[in-house]
């Protein structure tokens, strides 16, 4: 039960940060990419604001065995840079930049966005259900 209510606050907290930030306006998040022309850096301070807290966190969470809630803090992966990671993060910042949505916004968006936010989260679903197969092939190509 706390760690429903945990996660109720976290995405509430989440979500209310995506629409006040104006995260949820597509036309934010591309101008972020547009560097060359009329670049708007709002979104490094909504990057800030969530980089410098999860630091804090990893670094309470070294020292610490298990969470507050009393679960084990799982070991943090090995960073490995793979033709996976590669193709992926690829693919992730193309599907980021053509519809100016990332999957957290792409849903806060679902509620009064129109069919556009619908149709960007069906075809991310699509891709996720595409992925496991993708990723069969990837992993038998030679490294």
Not at 8 to 14: H, P, R, S, T
Not at 18 to 37: A, E, I, P
Not at 41 to 52: D, E, K, N, S, W
């Amino acid at each position: 039960m706390q760690r429903n209510l945990f996660a109720l606050l976290a995405g509430g907290l989440f979500g209310a940060g995506l629409l006040v930030s104006g995260m949820v306006d597509t036309s934010k998040v591309q101008g972020w990419l547009d560097v060359f022309g009329a670049w708007d850096p709002t979104l490094a301070f909504v990057m800030g604001g969530a980089i410098l807290p999860m630091a804090m966190a990893w670094a309470v969470a070294r020292r610490r065995g298990v969470s507050l809630l009393g679960t084990p803090i799982p070991a943090r992966a090995e960073p490995r840079l793979d033709h996976a990671l590669i193709l992926g993060s690829v693919m992730f910042g193309a599907g980021w930049g053509l519809a100016g949505l990332c999957p957290g916004p792409a849903l806060a968006v679902l509620g009064f966005g129109g069919w556009g936010g619908g149709l960007f989260l069906l075809a991310m679903g699509l891709g996720m259900v595409a992925a496991p197969a993708l990723r069969r092939r990837l992993d038998r190509l030679p490294a």
